[in-house]
């Protein structure tokens, strides 16, 4: 026999009613607003654009403040509300090597053109507690120097590509690139797509995969080519005007690895490469990105691929925090149905079979 | 550039070169600065809406290694607006804009002051108005700029054994 049962309706709205008023914290301590979200906690306004998959601080910032801190919370509030707008189109490809540069470094190439730029970091720090921070000290003036960096700084890739030492990426034709949130992922999947699922993926399921292939899960000897952070243009191209111009400009991070690769029959012995890209600054996503797009080359680069993170189904079928959070927090909504079929399943087991203690 | 491009479209390089550059400019410009020249314009100018302002989205994409073929980052949000402008001599002038962000007074403003700049006769108004905003976003990107320089790593060589 099935019954359904309903209820629960004021036992819910007193349960929200609770977490707003414990979202809210002691009334006498001044509430957080989005500005100071957006200064203060910019990084984490920046996870939360990269894998809510949309560019804008204010809306993350309230994501944050809405889901009271908790990021995968509110990168969930950020993929709902990209379904109640319209998609107006994509833009032009972004031109990373025109990047206005914040921080340009790389772990192979001591003297490269334009020098090492460590920009705002946390590298370095000896990573003990400020308590002069705890106590508001106001920070120091940032340096300037006398002149500006230069207005383009070649990438590593370029330098080392002039040589024909690494691997060049066809640009490709004019097609427009798959996109996960049009069409569900079909398997193998294009590099575009494996990009665009490893770009929304989640960072800390990116992180251990990327550890996992550089501790003998995998076969990646790298090198951080070249890591930049920085200001680059959105350009778009209106129906209305047809000709390209710029809406827009958005800090984004980029990670270029560079692997060895002992060549095969039709490609001599060269560097290869993996490449991570994600909005604002994100070095430690963009990084553990490009180790798993390199991972997932394997197939494509005739090495063997028995690990996690070159198994293209496991990495991005698994990658994404709201579809894995929801999967997993699902088993908190009632199951009594399915418990007591369960339940009873059990019992007839037990009736059907003597006793083990007794029959032995 | 567009095989086809639109019938408003000003013919020839320059005049889409110069357009490309003003609408980049307000683009990019803070809203309250938007504001600020909008509430300098007397009398503001009587326009209509072709298509009022919209806030969606516009996947932003990149290029798989940095210059290879495109693929999808994520999107952006994105406020469109369309005006015609009345009364001018040069006929009925139609201003676009595309803007980041959701703010619906920048798209709407930044489109009417599209259409002033291709009015040769209201242009003078606000074009000394929108090189100040350029400058003012140039300087802030060069302020970044030494920012970042003053964090270049100078390397020297220690010497290191007899010779």
């Not at chain 2, 001599?89 to 676009?96: I, K, S, Y």
Request: aromatic share 6%; with cysteine; charged share 25%.
């Amino acid at each position: 026999m099935y019954v359904a049962v309903k209820g629960g309706e004021t036992a819910i709205d007193n349960a929200h009613r609770l977490m707003a008023e414990e979202r809210r914290g002691d009334p006498a301590v001044p509430e957080l607003g989005l500005d100071q979200i957006m200064e203060q906690l910019g990084l984490a306004v920046d996870r939360v654009m990269t894998e809510g998959s949309i560019h804008d601080r204010e809306l993350a910032a309230l994501a944050i403040k809405q889901a009271q801190g908790d990021l995968v919370e509110a990168i969930f509030l950020l993929r709902a509300y990209r379904t109640t707008l319209p998609r107006f189109g994509g833009s032009e490809p972004i031109d990373t090597a025109a990047m206005a540069i914040r921080r340009r470094i790389s772990a192979a190439f001591k003297d490269l053109p334009g020098g090492q730029v460590l920009g705002p970091t946390y590298d370095y720090t000896h990573r003990l507690l400020d308590f002069a921070l705890a106590a508001g000290a106001e920070p120091e003036a940032a340096v300037r120097a006398g002149h500006p960096l230069a207005e383009r700084m070649p990438r590593v890739a370029d330098v080392l590509g002039q040589e024909g030492l690494i691997e060049r990426n066809p640009p490709g034709n004019d097609e427009p690139p798959g996109d996960l949130t049009r069409q569900p992922l079909s398997l193998p999947a294009g590099r575009d797509l494996r990009l665009q699922n490893l770009a929304r993926g989640d960072e800390g399921f990116l992180l251990a995969l990327a550890y996992s292939s550089q501790r003998g899960y995998g076969n990646t000897h790298p090198f951080a080519g070249e890591i930049r952070l920085g200001a680059v243009a959105v350009e778009f191209v209106p129906e209305e005007l047809g000709f390209p111009i710029e809406i827009g400009e958005i800090t984004v991070t980029e990670c270029q690895m560079v692997n060895q690769f002992k060549g095969s029959k039709e490609v001599p012995a060269q560097f290869t490469r993996g490449y991570g890209l994600s909005f604002g600054q994100s070095e430690r996503k963009a990084m553990a990105m490009a180790l798993v797009d390199r991972s997932l080359r394997a197939g494509e680069l005739g090495e063997e691929a028995a690990n996690p993170s070159q198994d293209e189904e496991f990495v991005l079928a698994h990658s994404d925090n709201v579809e894995a959070s929801g999967f997993v927090q699902h088993l908190k909504l009632p199951h009594y149905v399915d418990f007591q079929s369960e339940l009873e399943l059990i019992r007839r087991l037990r009736a059907a079979t003597p006793d083990r203690e007794t029959a032995e | 550039m567009s095989e086809n491009p639109a019938p408003d479209t000003p013919t020839g390089e320059a005049p889409t070169e110069d357009r490309r550059r003003w609408m980049g400019v307000l683009a990019k410009a803070a809203p309250e600065e938007i504001a600020a020249v909008w509430s300098g314009l007397s009398p503001v100018p009587a326009y209509d809406l072709l298509r009022r302002p919209e806030t969606g989205l516009v996947m932003v994409r990149g290029r798989i290694g940095g210059d290879g073929a495109p693929f999808n980052l994520g999107e952006m949000t994105v406020t469109r607006c369309s005006i015609r402008l009345a009364g001018s001599l040069a006929g009925d002038l139609v201003g676009h804009a595309w803007v980041a962000g959701r703010r619906h007074d920048h798209a709407e403003r930044a489109a009417v002051l599209d259409a002033l700049m291709q009015d040769p006769a209201r242009r003078p108004a606000v074009e000394p108005a929108i090189a100040r905003m350029a400058s003012r976003q140039a300087a802030h990107r060069a302020e970044d700029a030494r920012k970042a320089a003053a964090t270049r790593v100078d390397f020297f060589t220690m010497v290191r054994g007899e010779n």
